[in-house]
Every structure is written in C-alpha cells, then in structure tokens.
C-alpha cells in the first residue's frame, strides 16, 4: 500500500460501527496519521464504546476531537485537510457533505459502509451517490453497487479495499494452499463441495490456542427482526451452554445500558434469557478481536463479525435457521459453506469457508485494493484544479426540507426552533410513506425478495430510525 506520510485525512463520525471501521481503514495507511472527529448526534459512541472501536486501529484519544455540529465547518477550515472521509450512516453523510461542500477549500470526499453490504441497496448508494469516491469491500459488492448504480442512473466511482476486520491473516497458516482446503471438503467437511484447483489462492487454516473453547454469538440488533425468533436464537444459546458446561457460550453485545448503536436494538438479548441463563452463559462488551482470542467458534445470522472470526482462523456458523433470504441480510454466506442450524451450534460443529467464496467475499489478495490508490489520484486533481466538484444538491423541498433532514439526524442535539417544528410536522407524514411502502411491497414484486440479485431498490424493510 502507498505512503500516507504528508496526507491530511480526517474521518468524520458518530456511530460504533462506523468508527470502528473509519479507525481501522484510515489506521491501515502506513505514514498516515488521521484525526478523527465524532460529531454528537443520538449515535455518537461512549467513551467506553470510543476506546472498544479504536483498540488495534493505531489510533488513540488524543488522535479524537468530540464537537457539536455547529463547529465541524470552522473546525475543518481551521485544518483544511486533503481528504474526509465521511462515515456515517446515510443521512449523516448527506449532511455533513453539505458541511464539506460550503467549505472555502473543499477536500476530496469518501464514503462506505462499516461492513458486508450484500444486498447492496439503494438508501445506501443514494446518500452517498454525491462523494468523490464510494469505497466497497469486495469483488461480490463491487459488482452489486455498480449493478445497481447502473439501475438507477447513478454514476458514483468505486474502489475496492480489504475489509478492514479482514486482516490478521497472519493466523492462517499461509503456506497451506487450496488443495489441502479441498482433500478437507472432499473428506467429509459438512455442507462441503469439490473445487476447481486454483494453487495460488490462500485460505485460512486451523489455529489452534490454549484454552480456545469459548462459543461467541455476534448479536445483531436488526435481524432477525421478530421477538419471537430472537427469543429463539435464545434457547438455542441456552442449550448449548447446558450441552457442554465446560465451554462458555459468549453473547457479544455492542451496547451497555444508556449507549447507542448504529443501529436501534428493540429486543437486546440481555432481556431475552427470563432467568433461565447457565453460569457459563456469560455476556460481553469487549472488542471483538479480544472476545475471539479465546473463541473455538462464533455464531452469528449475518454479521461482520463472521468475516473477522474467518481471519483470526476462527470457524463460523451462519445461523440459517430462520431462513436464507436478503432482508436477513444472510444471502452473502450462500456458497460459503459456512450456514448451519440449532443443531450444529449445539454441537459446536463450526465451518470453515470454501476457498471460491472467501475470494469473491472480503479476502481478495491485498494487491487487488486500490482505494488508496485512487484516493491519492483524486487528491492530486484537487490539487491541480481539475476535481470535478460532486455536490450534494440543495433539498428538494427548501428550507424546511433542510431542517428535517439536520433535525433528524441531530436529534435532541439540534435545538433550533425550526428543527423541532419540522419534526413535529414531519414525523407522522414520514411514518405514513413509511406504512404506505410497505403495503405496496406487500401486494407487489419486491427485489427485497429476488434471489436472481445482489441488490435492491425498495426501502429497507426495518424499522430503525436515526432518532432515538
């Protein structure tokens, strides 16, 4: 990867998982020494949280700056970095890019999401369809978004870098070639499937700790989104923990009582246990490399967490038991050989990936991530004058549009009168477009149930607003 040495970049953030994944790709630059900047919004991460998302990342506090909206454009021209990278979620990039557009000397914009991202969709793209550069995590996504960029008429540039959680494949074993994952397959590897041989391709392989026996359930706070199914997923965890005392069963959560998360939990798995939790059934808020150092195994339905346990050499169920289908954002493990059900986590019969999946699916040869790349190209355009400026249009429905659209993502932050008239006004006509989309997906074909893509162009079906 290119030097960072001379490059000012700045990563602009609130949520968890978003400054997680800012730290981690901005602290992956060798030379390059980032500052973060976590704007207060109802997301923005505790200290406890801060300290979690930035461990391994190389950065540090004093590497963060804490401020109120008002003060992130005076802030930005007082350092006049050459890049931000804007990483929130949607409408958070939508407004701070309007901050950054005004800006005497406006940077070189950049956007992405925190982790997978098949199905690619189309709230996604959109709010971040106006940035000078839109980075994905593989050759699966890099398909997806431009199949739906294509869709839509949207002509966004993209750049393919390693997912950063992806890394630490220091731990597998790197001299074991593809044949031996496929003699495994072959020998009887549940859910296992021949491969064409390709020598060149790396794959991770067993590694083996002392005292590796933890069970670690990723928990994911918008699926599977009905209460009775997490309830569910539950009992599974009980079971497996009454199955086998020896071993702990791990609940991974991202939020103590009082924080936030990028996304909204309404049914968090600390309430869900009603009394009925073994000694060995134990809940954890540490980072997720520090959880998987003990770990023989993680469970999840569809989080990133699995790509992170596959590159700390830790095998992987992809919980199926409610189904594989995109608005249980589980459609990416198909063809990885790593779904499975109650069964098999009971059992702690964990999976390792099939080696065509992991290329295709977050481990590409680093050689193949060009987003640095092309963040330097774009810097350089810049710098010469000849950075076509891609601004985010001013709202359709004017002022008041734009007081909505800051009301809703500062929350009780924002304390303008007109941020609170817009929120009284708006709320119930945006719940009533809200309910009267999903009546027509209801009635009407929907791409959030196509399996033929890897995309889709309705509203997500989740009910998980910025405000909380």
Known sequence: MTDGAGMRVVAIADADSFVKWAASLLGSVPGLQPQLVLVRTPLTVSAAQERAALAGTGLGVGDVTRLDFDRVADWLEAQRPDVVLLAGRGPFVRLLGRVVDALPHRPVTVSGLPGMAIPAQRGALDYRRHTDLMIVHSHRE?????????????????????????????????????????????????????????????????????????????????????PEERAEIAAVLVRAAEADPARRIVVKLRSRPGEAETHLDRDPYTRLFDGRRPANLVFSHAPMATALESAAGLVTVSSTAAVEALAHGVPVIALDRFGVQKSLLNTVFIGSGLLGGAGE????????????????????????????????????????????????????????????????????????????????????????????????????????????????????????????
């Open 142 to 226: 890099r398909r997806a978004f431009a199949e739906l960029a294509e869709r839509i008429g949207v002509r966004t540039p993209f750049a393919l870098a390693t997912l950063p959680f992806a890394r630490g494949r220091e731990r597998w074993g790197g001299d074991r070639l593809r044949e031996s994952a496929a003699a495994a397959v072959l020998a009887g590897r549940p859910g296992g499937v021949a491969l064409a041989e390709r020598p060149e391709e790396r794959i991770p392989a067993p590694v083996r700790r002392p005292g590796a026996t933890d069970v670690v359930f990723a928990a994911q706070a918008l699926v599977p989104a009905r």
């Open 345 to 468: 986590v009971v059992a702690g019969r964990f999976r390792r990936a099939h080696p065509a999946w992991l290329r295709d699916n977050y481990f590409h040869p680093e050689a193949e991530s060009d987003w640095w790349d092309r963040v330097q190209d774009l810097v350089a355009l810049r710098r010469a004058g000849a950075l076509p400026h891609r601004a985010v249009p001013a709202a359709r429905g004017g002022a008041w549009h734009e007081a909505w659209h800051r009301a809703s993502v500062l929350g009780r932050v924002d304390r303008t009168l007109t941020g609170r008239l817009a929120l009284a006004a708006g709320v119930p006509a945006t719940r009533a477009l809200s309910a009267l989309r999903a009546g027509r997906r209801q009635t009407g074909q929907s791409t959030w149930t196509d399996p033929t893509t890897d995309y889709t162009l309705e509203p997500n079906p989740f009910q998980d607003s910025i405000r909380r």
